[in-house]
Nanobody, 119 residues
Framework: QVQFVESGGGLVQAGGSLRLSCAVS????????MGWYRQAPGKQRELVAT???????DYADSTKGRFTISRDNTKNTVYLQMSSLKPEDPAVYFC?????????????WGQGTQVTVSS
């Protein structure tokens, strides 16, 4: 059973920084793409950033240049360094991981961690 341990959320002032971590364990097969998504109240869940096992990254336009995603493949852990946080960044941030098996890909979600930005 795939399990997530997310940490690093909290309250920060606008312009400040936070670092989120997400450790994935229990997968039987390889973890390929890992990423972060966020969901603000009343809004749909949206992409923040993803990173493949080979290090290829993708960012939402709203986070490009401010957020940096990275990962440690030996630990199946993904990080999100968030800088220059804005009032529009608060949301529950969810970690996501794709497990690749023989002929299939299965996605899993973490429980989410709250990020709050004060003005």
């Amino acid at each position: 059973q795939v399990q997530f341990v997310e940490s690093g959320g909290g309250l920060v002032q606008a312009g400040g920084s936070l670092r989120l971590s997400c450790a994935v364990s229990g997968s039987t097969y390889s973890i390929n793409v890992m990423g972060w998504y966020r969901q603000a109240p009343g809004k749909q869940r949206e992409l923040v950033a993803t990173i493949s096992s080979g290090g290829t990254t993708d960012y939402a336009d709203s986070t490009k240049g401010r957020f940096t995603i990275s990962r440690d493949n030996t630990k199946n852990t993904v990080y999100l360094q968030m800088s220059s946080l804005k009032p529009e960044d608060p949301a529950v941030y969810f970690c996501h991981a794709d497990e690749i098996g023989p002929g299939w890909v299965r996605g899993y979600w973490g429980q989410g961690t709250q990020v709050t930005v004060s003005s």
